[in-house]
């Protein structure tokens, strides 16, 4: 068998290493030396194996931080930790007990590893108490599904760079979640945990990289193999391909692999028992095929002109938008909002507007006119454009076009999720280190499909993909049906079916027997495919079962449900990484004494990114940790930019000016200049200006939080109290319920208990002040925020 692979378009140059920001010792540069990731695919399935590096080049002992990413699908399922001939298992735990776990290890020296998620496909790794010189190696296990594409064609996607993301909202008084470059917001409250400060341009290699992927094609032909990076490959027995990773590729940029076959893979449902009892985990694929009958549709287009899109992103963005809007038909009503800090509409357009030639030709003028700039303020189109999609007679359809670098997204999903079970949302993911676990996620609430875009030559390929998704369903109302009783399915919602689009299914079955699916078409008509089961014992579709269900109630817990021990209890018994969870791994010995240096590794320069997309100036800052936090020890040179130590004897060049600002196109309005530091936050045309804040003032349930504390604070004697309650918490009190007021909240648990505090007097009994303190402190306590789950545990 021949198999023909070639690189997809875009793949890195050569680059030369060194230059400004270069940070080095005598025995290397940064704590993270090698990452290697190790796949097995077979059929729809891949089991990777990801080993990470980590060196100590310090005379101290060290604690290292990487916020690195993987694919938002994955399962991870085990951790262990090699050093010093010593092997150590990771054990799941519920979060914070894994961090109390953790930060006793390295407070009595202990060496001692902890991997947490933050989100679907951002993970922080902390590896502690390394000692001078000594190599520490991680490895995480995973099983992946691969992306069904079409009934042909299935992807292989694995990220190897956190981009940084758009941080909107103001910064909050409290404690740090994490060691990253930004402030947490009242909108991303663990932005700091997200955040992993970039590498300047031109840094050498850090990292060395290596990837080595083994395909079975599991009986199907395999034809073609597509790659986003330089490999080769070679054909070993029984008709499988090894695909391997060239030296001198950096973590810049998602590995991808698209695999193509000569034959078009089959319904199946195959079911795997447990190991003990009568339960299993289904895993059911639908090929729907025909034509369907098209229905009048009202489709929204919100596009991302923000300044992360610059360069070929905003172009195939255009040009994605103007193919969508090319197959409208008359009958069909259309809006088209683009949006940076502000959303903009085509001029001379309605809202909903039909698709006629005049008004397509309008649309395409508007998108000709788009230039990136600006910030990511996201969910305000996304609000504008589920608003405008208000007739359910109609197919209602929303189309996200974006890179989806934003760090809000539990506030987007929390306000849109309930809005969206009428409607499809469709997401248009371009980058080459795209947010794919945002835009997978929004997809999922919305019944739809998210289309991954890393080169424009891809484009053409996903833009054919999203139009059979846009077109008319084959059947919707989808419902299971068989012998079997199943629950938990994912995904929760089963959307609709389309020509030539795979759907897949997964969830917990109890009995024998088979099972369907079953729709209505657009003539009214029943639909359904009902595969015969076949068994399996791949214990892979467990795992991947439970990936997804968990990913479904996080998202359900964000929208506002109270899923915290489900998901805890779920991710403990299936052993299945999430955000409520850890992996973390201690050894029993002791390595070394004192605190360890701490450095947080920083991360690549995503492929194609410029210096205004990356806010250089204050990734190199010092930074709330100081620049020792970044990896810095003192300087044997002069210093280099932001407080980051230069190698000895090598002069440090002047900083370099900022580039000037991007005018907008003709007759677009134009972008606020940024605000002085005392105002709101800024929003300019440069990423650095739509990053800046100033500190606002503490909001009531901060303020709740801090009277709280000095009230328990205050001696048990009857005078300390009744003075309190009287000269400091009345007062207080006050202030708060007029601030709740401002803000249109409720004060009424507040403003009951300051009228029951006014009627005290400097005689009142020790019974009455007694009872209201206990009132007090339950009152209280009862309206400040619970410690959210990403801090829990922390020292």
Same mark, same amino acid.
């Given at each position: 068998?021949?198999v023909? &692979?070639?690189?997809?378009?875009?793949?890195?140059?050569?680059?030369?290493?060194?230059?400004?920001?270069a940070?080095?010792?005598?025995r290397?540069?940064?704590?993270?030396?090698?990452v290697?990731?190790?796949?097995?695919?077979?059929g729809p399935?891949?089991?990777?194996?990801?080993?990470?590096?980590?060196?100590?080049?310090?005379?101290v002992?060290?604690?290292?931080?990487?916020?690195?990413?993987?694919?938002?699908?994955?399962?991870?399922?085990?951790?262990?930790?090699?050093?010093?001939?010593?092997?150590?298992e990771?054990?799941?735990?519920?979060?914070?007990?894994?961090?109390?776990?953790?930060?006793?290890?390295?407070?009595?020296?202990?060496?001692?590893?902890?991997?947490?998620?933050?989100?679907?496909?951002? =993970?922080?790794?902390?590896?502690?108490n390394?000692?001078?010189?000594?190599?520490?190696?991680?490895?995480?296990?995973?099983?992946?599904?691969?992306?069904r594409?079409?009934?042909?064609?299935?992807?292989?996607?694995?990220?190897?760079?956190?981009?940084?993301?758009?941080?909107?909202?103001?910064?909050?008084?409290?404690?740090?979640?994490?060691s990253?470059?930004?402030?947490?917001?009242?909108?991303?409250?663990?932005?700091?945990?997200?955040?992993?400060?970039?590498?300047?341009?031109?840094?050498?290699?850090?990292v060395?990289?290596?990837?080595?992927?083994?395909?079975?094609?599991?009986?199907?032909?395999?034809?073609?193999?597509?790659?986003?990076?330089?490999?080769?490959?070679?054909?070993?027995?029984?008709?499988?391909?090894?695909?391997?990773?060239?030296?001198?590729?950096?973590l810049?940029?998602?590995?991808?692999?698209?695999?193509?076959?000569?034959?078009?893979?089959?319904a199946?449902?195959?079911?795997?028992?447990?190991e003990?009892?009568?339960?299993?985990?289904?895993?059911?694929?639908?090929?729907p095929?025909?034509?369907?009958?098209?229905?009048?549709?009202?489709?929204?287009?919100?596009?991302?002109?923000?300044?992360s899109?610059q360069g070929?992103?905003?172009?195939?963005?255009?040009?994605?938008?103007?193919r969508?809007?090319?197959?409208?038909?008359?009958?069909?009503?259309?809006?088209?909002?683009?949006?940076?800090?502000?959303?903009?509409?085509?001029?001379?357009?309605?809202?909903?507007?039909?698709?006629?030639?005049?008004?397509?030709?309008?649309?395409?003028?508007?998108?000709?006119?788009?230039?990136?700039?600006?910030?990511?303020?996201?969910?305000?189109?996304?609000?504008?454009?589920?608003?405008?999609?208000?007739?359910?007679?109609?197919?209602?359809?929303l189309?996200?076009?974006?890179?989806?670098?934003v760090?809000?997204?539990?506030?987007?999903?929390?306000?849109?999720?309930?809005?969206?079970?009428?409607?499809?949302?469709?997401?248009v993911?371009?980058?080459?280190a795209?947010?794919?676990g =945002?835009?997978?996620?929004l997809?999922d609430?919305?019944?739809?499909?998210?289309?991954?875009?890393?080169?424009?030559?891809?484009?053409?390929?996903?833009?054919?993909d999203?139009?059979?998704?846009?077109?008319?369903?084959?059947?919707?109302?989808?419902?299971?049906?068989?012998?079997?009783?199943?629950?938990?399915?994912?995904?929760?919602r089963?959307?609709s079916?389309?020509?030539?689009?795979?759907?897949? &299914?997964?969830?917990?079955?109890?009995?024998?027997?088979?099972?369907?699916?079953?729709?209505?078409?657009?003539?009214?008509e029943?639909?359904?495919?009902?595969?015969?089961a076949?068994?399996?014992t791949?214990?892979?579709?467990?795992?991947?079962?439970?990936?997804?269900?968990?990913?479904?109630?996080?998202d359900?817990?964000?929208i506002?449900?109270?899923?915290?021990?489900?998901i805890?209890?779920?991710?403990?018994? =299936?052993?299945?990484?999430?955000?409520?969870?850890?992996?973390?791994?201690?050894?029993?010995?002791?390595?070394?004494?004192?605190?360890?240096?701490?450095?947080?590794?920083?991360?690549?320069?995503?492929?194609?990114?410029?210096?205004?997309?990356?806010?250089?100036?204050?990734?190199?800052?010092?930074g709330?940790?100081?620049?020792?936090?970044?990896?810095?020890?003192?300087?044997?040179?002069?210093?280099? !930019?932001?407080?980051?130590?230069?190698?000895?004897?090598? !002069?440090?060049? !002047?900083?370099?000016?900022?580039?000037?600002?991007?005018?907008?196109?003709?007759?677009t309005?134009?972008v606020?200049?940024?605000?002085?530091?005392?105002?709101?936050?800024?929003?300019?045309?440069?990423?650095?200006?739509?990053?800046?804040?100033?500190?606002?003032?503490?909001?009531?349930?901060?303020?709740?939080?801090?009277?709280?504390?000095?009230l328990?604070a205050?001696?048990?004697?009857?005078?300390?109290?009744?003075?309190?309650?009287?000269?400091?918490?009345?007062?207080?009190?006050?202030?708060?319920?007029?601030?709740m007021?401002?803000?249109?909240?409720?004060?009424?648990p507040?403003?009951?208990?300051?009228?029951?505090?006014?009627?005290?007097?400097?005689?009142?009994?020790?019974?009455?002040?007694?009872?209201?303190?206990?009132?007090?402190?339950?009152?209280?306590?009862?309206?400040?925020?619970?410690?959210?789950?990403?801090?829990?545990?922390?020292?």
């Open positions: 068998m021949t023909r &692979i070639h690189e997809l378009p875009d793949s890195p140059q050569d680059r030369h290493d060194g230059g400004i920001g940070l080095r010792t005598d290397g540069n940064l704590p993270l030396d090698s290697d990731v190790h796949a097995a695919i077979t399935v891949a089991g990777v194996d990801l080993t990470q590096g980590f060196h100590n080049p310090f005379d002992p060290l604690e290292a931080t990487y916020i690195f990413p993987l694919p938002d699908r994955a399962a991870v399922t085990a951790l262990r930790m090699e050093t010093a001939g010593r092997v150590v990771g054990t799941l735990k519920e979060r914070g007990q894994a961090r109390q776990d953790y930060d006793a290890a390295i407070a009595s020296g202990r060496r001692a590893a902890i991997a947490e998620e933050d989100r679907p496909d951002v =993970f922080t790794m902390r590896v502690g390394i000692p001078p010189g000594e190599h520490v190696t991680i490895r995480l296990r995973l099983n992946q599904p691969l992306a594409d079409s009934a042909t064609g299935s992807t292989f996607r694995f990220p190897l760079v956190v981009a940084p993301r758009y941080i909107p909202g103001a910064p909050l008084d409290d404690e740090r979640a994490g990253g470059t930004s402030d947490d917001t009242d909108a991303v409250p663990d932005a700091s945990r997200i955040s992993p400060p970039v590498l300047l341009p031109g840094f050498p290699n850090p060395r990289l290596s990837i080595h992927v083994d395909i079975d094609p599991a009986g199907l032909p395999l034809t073609e193999i597509g790659s986003s990076l330089h490999v080769v490959s070679e054909e070993n027995e029984h008709e499988r391909t090894t695909v391997r990773l060239r030296p001198g590729e950096r810049d940029r998602d590995f991808v692999l698209r695999l193509r076959y000569a034959e078009r893979e089959s199946s449902l195959a079911l795997t028992p447990d003990e009892g009568e339960e299993g985990t289904f895993t059911l694929t639908v090929l095929s025909g034509e369907a009958r098209p229905r009048p549709r009202d489709i929204v287009l919100i596009l991302d002109r923000s300044g899109m070929w992103k905003i172009v195939a963005a255009r040009r994605a938008a103007a969508i809007i090319d197959t409208l038909r008359t009958e069909d009503r259309f809006a088209v909002l683009s949006f940076d800090n502000v959303v903009e509409r085509p001029r001379g357009l309605d809202p909903l507007a039909p698709g006629t030639d005049r008004n397509r030709f309008r649309a395409v003028e508007h998108l000709a006119r788009l230039e990136a700039r600006g910030g990511t303020e996201m969910l305000a189109p996304l609000v504008e454009g589920r608003t405008l999609l208000d007739d359910p007679a109609r197919d209602r359809v189309v996200l076009i974006t890179d989806g670098q760090g809000n997204e539990d506030q987007i999903l929390a306000r849109l999720g309930p809005e969206l079970r009428d409607v499809r949302v469709h997401t993911g371009i980058d080459r795209v947010n794919a =945002f835009l997978n996620r997809a609430l919305g019944g739809g499909r998210c289309e991954l875009v890393e080169s424009e030559d891809r484009l053409d390929e996903a833009m054919e999203l139009h059979n998704r846009i077109a008319a369903p084959i059947a919707t109302g989808l419902r299971l049906s068989g012998d079997l009783d199943v629950d938990s399915v994912a995904p929760a089963l959307g079916l389309f020509p030539g689009v795979p759907l897949v &299914i997964s969830g917990r079955y109890r009995g024998t027997g088979s099972l369907g699916v079953h729709g209505t078409t657009a003539d009214g029943a639909w359904q495919q009902r595969p015969d076949v068994g399996t791949d214990r892979a579709a467990t795992a991947l079962w439970a990936r997804a269900h968990l990913r479904d109630l996080e359900r817990y964000t506002g449900e109270d899923l915290e021990k489900r805890v209890e779920t991710s403990l018994r =299936f052993g299945v990484l999430c955000r409520f969870t850890a992996f973390v791994a201690v050894d029993t010995r002791v390595a070394t004494t004192g605190e360890p240096h701490r450095v947080v590794q920083p991360v690549e320069s995503p492929s194609g990114w410029g210096r205004d997309d990356l806010d250089v100036p204050d990734f190199l800052s010092a709330p940790a100081g620049p020792q936090a970044y990896g810095g020890m003192p300087a044997r040179g002069f210093p280099a !930019p932001g407080g980051m130590p230069a190698p000895a004897g090598v !002069p440090v060049p !002047p900083p370099m000016p900022p580039p000037a600002p991007m005018s907008p196109p003709a007759g309005p134009p606020p200049a940024p605000r002085p530091a005392t105002g709101p936050r800024p929003e300019g045309l440069t990423r650095r200006a739509a990053f800046a804040r100033a500190r606002p003032s503490t909001s009531p349930k901060n303020e709740i939080t801090e009277v709280l504390d000095r328990r205050v001696p048990d004697t009857h005078p300390d109290r009744l003075a309190h309650l009287r000269k400091q918490l009345l007062p207080a009190l006050d202030a708060i319920i007029a601030h007021e401002a803000r249109s909240e409720d004060p009424t507040l403003t009951a208990l300051r009228d029951d505090l006014r009627a005290l007097t400097s005689t009142s009994s020790e019974d009455d002040v007694r009872t209201l303190w206990t009132r007090a402190v339950q009152t209280l306590s009862d309206l400040t925020p619970r410690r959210p789950f990403w801090k829990r545990g922390r020292s």
